[in-house]
C-alpha cells in the first residue's frame, strides 16, 4: 500500500461517553433519597399510606426520577464506548511498544464474564443473607402472632394462616438464595455466572411476582400515591435486570441487551434507595406514634442498591490491554521508529477483529 492511497486517520469526535451514566445514576439517587425523605417527613398519612397533598406539583421524587432516569437513557443510547491506543513507555521514557485499550462495553459476555469483580461475588453472599433474614422476619412475625392467640383448648399452629401462595413464594426465595449463593461462590472461582446460574436466575422474577400478587390479595394500599407503589416499581426493574443479566451471560445477547441491562440496573438501584432508605431515615428520627401505620423496609430491598451496580460496574472497570505494533506506511515493510511512535495518538471505535488470546491457544 503506497503512501499516496493512504488517508490519514481522523479520531471521531466524543460528546459524551456512556461511562457519564455512572454521574448521572449518582446525583440521581442521591437527590430521589432527599427528595423523598422530605416527601415522608412533610407530606405523608402514614395511617392512609398517601400523600396529604396528592397534586403532582408536590411530587418531588416523581419529578427527580423522570428527570434522572431520563438523563441515565439519553446518556447509554446516545453516548459512544470507544476502544483507544496508547503507548508503553519502558526505562529512559522511550517507546517499548503500543497496546489498545480495549473498552469493556465493547467486549463480548465471554470476556466480561471472566472480569467480574470479587466485590460482585460479596455481594451475591450477602444478598443471599439478607433474603434468607427477610424471610426469618416474616415467618417469625406470624409465628408470634399465632402464639398470642393459641390456648391449651385451642391450639394455634405457629405457620397457620400463610397462604399457598406465600409458600410457593419462600419456596421460589429459597431457590434464589441457592442461586445466589453459587453465583458468589463461581465468581470467586474466577469462572462468573455459568448457563445452570442464568437459568435458575430468572426464578429471582417467578418470586418477586408472587409476592406483588400476595401484597395484592391480602388487600394492602396499593395506589397513584402510596409507599407500596416504589416497592413494586423496585421489584419489577430488579426482576428485569436479572432477566437481561441471565440473557447477556448466558451468551443469548441482542443489540441492545446490555444497555438495558445497565439502564435497568441504575434503575432498580435507585428505586431500591427510594423506597429503603428514607424509611430508616423516618424509622430513626420520628418516634413510634408519629411514623404508625409506616411498613417497615425489607433488607433485601437494600441489597437490590448494592447487588445491582456491582454487575454493571463490569462495564465501566474491566479495561483490557493487547499489545498492538504499528507498521510504517510510509516504507514498505519497516517499522516506525520509536520517534515516530511518540508523536502519534490513534483511537479505534470498534475491536471485533482483535480476540482474547485465550481464544487463540484454544483454536
Not at 442521591?30 to 427528595?35: E, Q, S
Not at 418477586?208 to 394492602?220: N, R
Not at 416497592?231 to 444497555?259: N, V
Request: charged share 20%; glycine share 6%; hydrophobic share 45%.
Amino acid at each position: 500500500m503506497s503512501k499516496a492511497n493512504t488517508k490519514p486517520y481522523k479520531e471521531k469526535k466524543v460528546i459524551f461517553d456512556k461511562k457519564l451514566s455512572v454521574l448521572a445514576y449518582l446525583l440521581t439517587l442521591v437527590a430521589a433519597v432527599i427528595a423523598r425523605t422530605v416527601q415522608l417527613q412533610t407530606n405523608m398519612s402514614f395511617d392512609s399510606g398517601k400523600y396529604i397533598d396528592s397534586s403532582l406539583a408536590k411530587n418531588y421524587t416523581l419529578w427527580v426520577l423522570i428527570i434522572g432516569f431520563a438523563l441515565i437513557i439519553a446518556i447509554m443510547i446516545f453516548g459512544i464506548s470507544k476502544d483507544k491506543i496508547t503507548h508503553l513507555r519502558g526505562d529512559g521514557g522511550k517507546i517499548s511498544s503500543s497496546c489498545v485499550v480495549m473498552n469493556p462495553m465493547c467486549l463480548d459476555s465471554k470476556q466480561l464474564n471472566k472480569k467480574i469483580s470479587p466485590k460482585s461475588g460479596a455481594a451475591m453472599f450477602i444478598m443471599a443473607f439478607l433474603i434468607v433474614f427477610d424471610i426469618f422476619l416474616r415467618l417469625s412475625s406470624v409465628a408470634n402472632k399465632n402464639k398470642e392467640i393459641s390456648t391449651e383448648d385451642d391450639p394455634v399452629f405457629a405457620f397457620a394462616g400463610i397462604s399457598v401462595l406465600d409458600w410457593i413464594s419462600y419456596v421460589c426465595a429459597i431457590i434464589v438464595i441457592i442461586t445466589f449463593i453459587s453465583i458468589g461462590s463461581n465468581i470467586l472461582k474466577g469462572e462468573g455466572f455459568t448457563r445452570g446460574n442464568c437459568v435458575f436466575l430468572s426464578i429471582y422474577a417467578i418470586w418477586k411476582l408472587l409476592d406483588i400478587f400476595s401484597m395484592i390479595g391480602k388487600g394492602e394500599i396499593v395506589g397513584a400515591y402510596s409507599e407500596k407503589v416504589y416497592i413494586m416499581l423496585t421489584a419489577m426493574a430488579s426482576s428485569i435486570f436479572f432477566l437481561y443479566t441471565a440473557r447477556f451471560f448466558a451468551g443469548f445477547e441482542k443489540k441492545h441487551t446490555r444497555i438495558w441491562l445497565c439502564i435497568f440496573g441504575y434503575a432498580a438501584s435507585i428505586l431500591a434507595a427510594v423506597s429503603t432508605l428514607p424509611r430508616y431515615i423516618i424509622y430513626f428520627t420520628k418516634s413510634y406514634e408519629d411514623r404508625y401505620g409506616m411498613s417497615t423496609p425489607d433488607t433485601s430491598d437494600v441489597g437490590i442498591i448494592f447487588i445491582t451496580l456491582s454487575i454493571i460496574a463490569v462495564f465501566w472497570s474491566s479495561y483490557m490491554y493487547r499489545e498492538m505494533p504499528k507498521l510504517d506506511l510510509g516504507k514498505k515493510g519497516s517499522w516506525k521508529n520509536e520517534e515516530q511512535k511518540a508523536d502519534e495518538n490513534f483511537s479505534m471505535d470498534s475491536i471485533d477483529e482483535i480476540k482474547d488470546p485465550e481464544e487463540n491457544e484454544n483454536n
